[in-house]
C-alpha cells in the first residue's frame, strides 16, 4: 500500500505548485523548510518561503506571501485553514482529520513509520572514527563513532545507500614505532634492556600486550635482529589493536561495512594513479626536487607536496589516492568525520578532488569537536585504570552503552562537549536519556495493565475522540518525526533526533499526568491506547535510529 503523504510533505508540494503557477522556481529544497511557529494560535507549521525568495523575485515578502496564498490549492483533508503574518509567514493550521487518520498510520506502518525514498538509493560513503591503530579508541572516538552511526541510519531511512567505512592507518612511520615501542617492552621484560622510542608509544597496552606474547611464544624473537624484530611486532602490534578497536566498536553497536588498509593503496599505486591523473591535466610540477600539487588553483591557501624530495609519497597523496578510490567504487557522496585538529586539511583536500573532477558538493567534512568528561563538576583528564586518556572502553564499561551514545549525540557536533559521568548515571528525569527511555517503558505498562483489565490492544479505533488540546499536542509532535529525520541530514545535526525524542517524551508524560488512557468509556479508552501505541512506536522508531534500547520496563 502506497504511503499517504505527510502534511509537511502535503504542504511543500502545495506551495510548489503555487510558485509554478507564478513561474517562480526553487532549486534548494531547503527554502521549502518548514517551521512550527513559537505560538501555537500562529498556526501548526510555519513557511518562509516568501522571505527566502525576496530577494530573487525582488518584492516584498508579505506581497509574495501573498502572491502564494492566492495561487495555492489546499485540501481540507490536510489544512484547517492558512494565514499569512509578520514580514511574510504562511502558517498552516492542520485540519484534524489529518492528524486523526496520522495516529492510525503510524500504527499501521509500524517500524518503517519515518522511513522515505528521498534518497531515491543514492550510493553514499560515511567515513568515520579512522583512529590510528597504534592504542586504544578514546573518547573523542566514542563520540565520531556514535555520530557517524546514527547520521548512517537516518540516511538508510531516508532512502540511501549508505555505507560505513572505517580507514586503517597500517603503513608508515607510526607502524614502525609501534613495533619499536612493543619490541623495547618485550626485550626489557626479558632483561634485555630496550629504550622505547622517544616519539614512540608509552601506554600501559604495550606493556600488557609484551607480557602476552612472552607467555605465548616465550624468548623465541630475542634472537632475530632489531629490524627483523620491529618489522614483525609492527604487524602483531597492529592486528592485536586492530581487533581491540572491533570489539570495542562492536560492544558500542558500530560496526562497518569495510575496514579499508592504507596498504592497499600503497600495494594498489593508488598515489602513482593520482599524479597520472594530475600531471595530465598540467597540474603537478617539479621544485627542490619535490614534486608538487597546484591546489592554490582550487581554493587552498598554498601548493602542496604530494613527493618529497626523497621520493616517498606523503601522507597527503595517499589519503587523495584513498578518496579517488571511493568515486571509482561508485559512491556519489562521500562524507568525512575528523577530529578538531584536521580543520585546515579540509580545503587541501576538497581542492585535489576538484582537480580530479569530483564536484564540490560531493564531498562533506564534518569535525567532530572535543569531549571534556566530568566528575563531580571536575574535569576527568586521567584513566582510573592506568593513569592515562580515558579509553573509550573504560567510559561505556561504567555509563552504559545507551548513555554514551546518547550524550555523545546530544550537543552540536561543531561545539567541544562536556560529558557528566555522574549525570549520565543517574536514573531520574534530569537524566535525559533515562527520560525518554522511561516514557517508552510507561506506554508499555500502560498497555499491559489495559490487558489486564480485558481490553485488548486495539488495532483500530476512533481516534476522531482524541480532541483534547494535550492529545492534539502529542499528535502533532510524532508527525514532525519523518521530517525530524530529513532535518538531521539537511544540517548535519544528529541532535535533532535526540532533541525530538526528548520532546516526545515531554508531550506524552504531559498529557499522561492531566489524562487516565484506561478509562470507564471504551471508545475512548481504545482511541487513547491508539494514541499511546502510535507514541511508543515513534519512540521505538527513533532510538533504533539513534542505537538505544526501548526498554519495556524500568
Known amino acids: ?7 509537511q510533505q502535503y504542504i511543500r508540494s502545495a506551495i510548489q505548485s503555487a510558485l509554478a503557477a507564478l513561474d517562480w522556481t526553487v532549486e534548494d529544497e531547503q527554502i521549502l523548510a518548514l517551521e512550527r511557529p513559537k505560538q501555537e494560535e500562529l498556526g501548526d507549521l510555519a513557511s518562509t518561503v516568501a522571505m527566502n525568495l525576496a530577494r530573487d523575485v ?8 501573498d502572491k502564494i496564498m492566492q ?5 481540507s483533508y490536510y489544512i484547517d485553514k492558512i494565514e499569512v503574518a509578520g514580514p511574510g509567514f504562511i502558517n498552516f493550521f492542520l485540519a484534524p ?11 499501521t506502518e509500524g517500524e518503517t513509520y519515518g522511513h522515505s525514498h528521498w534518497g531515491e538509493g543514492k550510493k553514499i560513503q560515511l567515513e568515520f572514527v579512522s583512529a590510528n591503530p597504534t592504542g586504544p579508541l578514546n573518547i573523542v572516538s566514542a563520540r565520531a563513532a556514535a555520530v557517524g552511526d546514527v547520521l548512517s541510519n537516518c540516511y538508510q531511512a531516508a532512502g540511501f545507500d549508505a555505507w560505513r567505512e572505517f580507514y586503517i592507518n597500517d603503513a608508515g612511520r607510526q607502524i614502525r614505532l609501534l613495533g619499536a615501542s612493543l619490541s623495547a617492552r618485550y626485550m626489557t621484560e626479558l632483561g634485555h634492556a630496550e629504550a622505547v622510542p622517544e616519539e614512540g608509544y608509552h601506554g600501559e597496552y604495550l606493556h600488557d600486550l609484551a607480557l602476552d606474547i612472552i607467555e605465548r611464544d616465550g624468548d623465541q624473537y630475542v634472537k632475530l635482529t632489531t629490524e627483523q624484530r620491529h618489522t614483525l611486532f609492527s604487524q602483531l602490534a597492529l592486528e592485536h589493536m586492530l581487533a581491540r578497536q572491533k570489539a570495542s566498536l ?7 561495512q569495510l575496514w579499508f588498509r592504507e596498504s592497499a593503496i600503497r600495494e594498489q599505486k593508488g598515489h602513482e594513479h593520482v599524479i597520472k591523473k594530475l600531471s595530465k591535466k598540467n597540474l603537478v610540477y617539479e621544485q627542490d626536487g619535490a614534486t608538487w600539487f597546484k591546489s592554490s588553483e582550487f581554493g587552498d591557501e598554498k601548493d602542496r607536496v604530494l613527493i618529497t624530495a626523497g621520493g616517498e609519497p606523503t601522507y597527503f597523496l595517499i589519503d587523495i589516492a584513498y578518496h579517488e578510490n571511493k568515486y571509482e567504487r561508485g559512491f556519489q557522496k562521500i562524507i568525512d568525520f575528523w577530529g578538531p585538529d584536521h580543520h585546515g586539511y579540509i580545503d587541501r583536500m576538497r581542492a585535489a578532488l576538484i582537480a580530479l573532477g569530483h564536484s564540490k558538493e560531493s564531498f562533506d567534512v564534518s569535525i567532530i569537536q572535543q569531549v571534556n568528561l566530568l566528575r563531580s563538576g571536575k574535569t576527568v583528564k586521567m584513566s582510573k585504570r592506568a593513569g592515562e586518556i580515558i579509553e573509550m572502553d573504560e567510559l561505556v564499561d561504567e555509563v552504559g552503552v545507551n548513555a554514551a551514545r546518547y550524550y555523545f549525540i546530544d550537543r552540536r557536533i561543531s561545539q567541544p562537549m562536556d560529558f557528566d559521568i555522574d549525570l549520565a548515571k543517574k536514573q531520574s528525569d534530569e537524566n535525559p536519556v533515562y527520560y525518554v527511555q522511561y516514557a517508552h517503558a510507561r506506554i508499555c505498562n500502560i498497555l499491559r495493565f489495559a490487558q489486564e483489565q480485558g481490553i485488548p490492544i486495539p488495532t483500530e479505533a476512533d481516534t476522531s475522540l482524541l480532541n483534547h488540546p494535550l492529545e492534539l499536542q502529542v499528535i502533532k509532535k510524532l508527525i514532525e518525526f519523518p521530517e525530524t529525520i530529513t532535518r538531521v541530514l539537511q544540517f548535519t545535526e544528529p541532535h535533532r533526533l535526540s532533541n525530538y525524542a526528548q520532546e516526545v517524551a515531554t508531550v506524552f508524560h504531559r498529557f499522561y499526568h492531566e489524562h487516565r488512557v484506561v478509562t470507564d468509556d471504551r471508545p475512548l479508552t481504545r482511541a487513547r491506547m491508539m494514541l499511546a501505541r502510535a507514541t511508543r512506536q515513534v519512540l521505538a522508531n527513533s532510538f533504533r535510529l539513534l542505537g538505544i534500547a526501548a526498554p519495556e520496563n524500568m
Open 1 to 7: 500500500m502506497k504511503k499517504r503523504m505527510t502534511p
Open 58 to 65: 525582488k518584492s516584498n515578502p508579505r506581497a509574495i506571501a
Open 71 to 75: 495561487n495555492i490549492n489546499i485540501d
Open 97 to 107: 482529520a489529518c492528524l486523526h487518520q496520522a495516529v492510525r498510520d503510524i500504527v
Open 250 to 256: 562492536k560492544k558500542y553497536g558500530v560496526e562497518y
